[in-house]
């Protein structure tokens, strides 16, 4: 499978972005998004299960990132912090999304720089 996402950039804090993934090849039962800020681990954000039911949310950021999937895997983020900073990065496993946390899924996107100066 490849994953390639997009969508990453530089925002205020308070403000909004949506990061977009596009996936091809084998399908996957979920697929979701896992953030690196620097100088730390990775970290699960989210994850959603194929047909964009059964959502599933890091609890640093319920409530104001939502992940949605059609044709492609978005997270919608809003009220970003600072903290939020990071390279997030698509991922696609074969467990269900509510699995997620702790995991390493088996693929996984090159990355995106979000910024969030405060």
């Known amino acids: 499978v490849e994953l390639v996402e997009s969508g990453g950039g530089l925002v205020q804090a308070g403000g909004s972005l949506t990061l977009s993934c596009r996936d091809s090849g084998r399908p996957f039962t979920s697929y979701g998004w896992f953030r690196q800020p620097p100088g730390m681990e990775r970290e699960f954000v989210a994850a959603?299960?194929?047909?964009?039911n059964e959502p599933y949310y890091a609890e640093s950021v319920k409530g104001r990132f939502t992940i949605t999937r059609e044709s492609t895997t978005n997270l919608q983020m809003k009220d970003l912090k600072p903290e939020d900073t990071g390279v997030y990065y698509c991922?696609?496993?074969?467990?269900?999304?509510?699995?997620?946390?702790?995991?390493?899924?088996?693929?996984w996107g090159q990355g995106t720089q979000v910024t969030v100066s405060s």
């Open positions: 959603i299960r194929w047909n964009g």
């Open positions: 991922a696609a496993d074969p467990a269900t999304s509510r699995n997620w946390n702790g995991l390493r899924p088996r693929a």
